[in-house]
């Protein structure tokens, strides 16, 4: 069957849906269909929390019936072929369209480990019948192994702590977790808040077994240990799924992303991609860089989505900052930008500043967190190039100011005199705030 349609987009994953519902916002009378494999599709960042903090993995899906009544068509569909001479894409039906919007996510890494194919191996797929026969079966697990200490794998550890009949061993083969988007200081204190929970976390080696008969039953580590496991859960990161755009023609760029520019436009006309498939490249230096995640995804969805027939937001922020946070064990650590040892390994002369203190004044009010700033600034400029944050709550909207203040080449001296709401049960002491005086602290520095 053909189908016809005016704006396509392929994947219902946080880009493709914001692709859609921005494109319905800036041209409404337009036709616009997404194609998803599966009606349950599940919101990324809530993968960790299906194990334990969600009362069911059920409440980890994608609302797509606001799209459903503002007139977007949904079909569920695998499309194999995308025939740009012919403006079609094909699956079990055939749609036509006028612009195309790739929006086809990544798939996890599979590292070349002997045994990893075995039952009992587990990967974080966004697929919500395989991860909850994956909760299903933890009910069984005694000895969990999970590989990889990035984001993904230290919200597993924290969640699946949760479980007191399990043992989690966590692997890492750099020196340290969250290593990539940290400095050691803020990533010790998830290491420390891990270990408060039992779980075992090795750094610094790798798995280069993972032994048993048709199950895994040990994973054996380059060091010479070995650990007896009932399951393995692999969260070392994902790669671009491109297959569709390559299989079309469409570039690619170095870092294996789908290539676009600046509006998310590929190689081929009438084609964008948005998301985890497509290409990123760094705020600071302009390389490719492998940023996966759901607010990067839907900021270029929203780029794309308003500029599909004409260019009607001009874009300023001109590449990726990498920003993120997590949340462990009541700890919330936050990154964004440059890292104190990535910007140096870039060439930048930088000064640093530190701040701690408190997230409200007084601080014997009830619930009260120490708080830790650290900002990267260049030591030529004075302009901002990065930084951390640990604490509670309010840290998950601190690092967001700094964001911005990247994103907006904020200085150190305009940092300085920041112009903040306090409330005592809400921030520090506007005497005490935390950015402000990291900031002073760099002006000290230069």
Not at 22 to 51: E, H, W
Not at 164 to 191: G, P, T
Not at 237 to 253: C, F
Request: with cysteine; net charge neutral; aromatic share 6%.
């Amino acid at each position: 069957m053909e189908i016809k349609s005016d704006i396509l987009v392929i994947g219902s994953g946080p880009a493709g849906l914001i692709s859609a519902s921005t494109a319905r916002r800036y041209y409404p009378s337009k036709k616009i269909a997404v194609i998803t494999k599966t009606d349950l599709s599940i919101i990324p960042c809530g993968i960790p929390y299906m194990f334990s903090s969600l009362s069911s993995p059920d409440d980890n899906l994608c609302a797509v019936e606001g799209l459903k009544k503002k007139g977007t068509d949904i079909y569920i569909d695998e499309i194999k072929q995308v025939l740009p001479d012919k403006k079609e894409a094909v699956g079990e039906n055939t749609y036509s369209y006028e612009k195309l919007v790739l929006a086809t996510g990544s798939k996890p890494l599979r590292p070349p480990i002997k045994g990893i194919d075995k039952e009992g191996v587990f990967f974080v797929y966004k697929e919500m019948h395989y991860l909850k026969n994956m909760i299903e079966q933890l009910k069984s697990w005694r000895n969990v192994l999970i590989i990889g200490g990035g984001f993904i794998g230290v919200e597993l550890a924290d969640e699946l702590s949760k479980h007191k009949h399990l043992h989690i061993f966590l692997v890492e083969a750099q020196e340290e977790v969250l290593s990539n988007s940290f400095d050691k200081e803020f990533s010790l204190l998830a290491r420390d808040k891990l270990v408060s929970e039992g779980v075992e976390i090795i750094t610094g080696d790798v798995v280069s077994e993972i032994a048993g008969g048709k199950k895994a039953e040990q994973v054996r580590l380059q060091s010479g240990r070995t650990l007896d496991v009932d399951a393995v859960i692999v969260g070392i990161g994902a790669v671009p799924n491109t297959e569709l755009a390559e299989k079309a023609g469409i570039d690619l760029g170095r870092g294996k992303g789908i290539w676009v520019d600046e509006y998310m436009r590929t190689s081929v006309k009438d084609i964008f991609a948005v998301g985890d498939c497509a290409g990123k490249r760094d705020f600071f230096t302009r390389r490719d860089c492998r940023v996966m995640l759901a607010s990067t995804a839907t900021a270029e969805a929203r780029v794309a989505g308003a500029n599909l027939y004409q260019l009607k937001i001009v874009r300023e922020n001109k590449g990726t900052i990498a920003i993120f946070s997590t949340y462990v064990n009541g700890l919330v650590l936050g990154s964004a930008g440059l890292t104190e040892k990535t910007a140096k390994q870039e060439g930048f002369d930088v000064v640093v500043g530190q701040a701690e203190g408190v997230d409200r004044h007084p601080a014997s009010l009830p619930g009260a967190s120490k708080i830790k700033v650290k900002l990267i600034f260049s030591r030529h400029s004075g302009i901002i190039l990065g930084g951390q944050v640990s604490g509670g709550a309010s840290c998950g909207e601190l690092i967001n100011i700094i964001g911005l203040a990247i994103q907006k080449r904020v200085s150190f001296s305009e940092l300085e005199t920041f112009q903040m709401a306090t409330h005592p049960y809400l921030t520090s002491a506007p005497t005490m705030y935390s950015l402000v005086l990291a900031a002073q602290n760099a002006g000290d520095n230069f």
